[in-house]
Nanobody, 115 residues
Framework: QVQLVESGGDLVQPGGSLRLSCASSGNTAGIAIMAWYRQAPGNQRELVARLRVGGEITYSDAVKGRFDISRDTQYTLTLKMTSLKPEDTAVYYC??????????WGQGTQVTVSS
């Protein structure tokens, strides 16, 4: 089992930047995939960016070129967000999946883009 705790959500103006962090603990050595998802009010949870242990990275079309996902250490996943838009407003969730298929979610952190 992996435990995940997100931080870094905030209120930011359009065009601004934010950096989200996800601290992981537990069976971190068994992680095969880490990702960021988001869910806006009234919408389904959607993939933002995904990073596989082998290095493959996937971004949604909505954030490609503006967001950057990285795993700085075995324990920390980061999402650097630039050129933020009001439509990026959502609760952002950290996700992990182990080699055995066990999935874990964080509690989420609120990102609000508004003037």
């Amino acid at each position: 089992q992996v435990q995940l705790v997100e931080s870094g959500g905030d209120l930011v103006q359009p065009g601004g930047s934010l950096r989200l962090s996800c601290a992981s603990s537990g069976n971190t050595a068994g992680i095969a995939i880490m990702a960021w998802y988001r869910q806006a009010p009234g919408n389904q949870r959607e993939l933002v960016a995904r990073l596989r242990v082998g290095g493959e990275i996937t971004y949604s079309d909505a954030v490609k070129g503006r967001f950057d996902i990285s795993r700085d250490t075995q324990y920390t996943l980061t999402l650097k967000m630039t050129s933020l838009k009001p439509e990026d407003t959502a609760v952002y969730y950290c996700y992990a999946q182990t080699l055995s298929g066990v999935q874990s979610w964080g509690q989420g952190t609120q990102v609000t883009v508004s003037s």
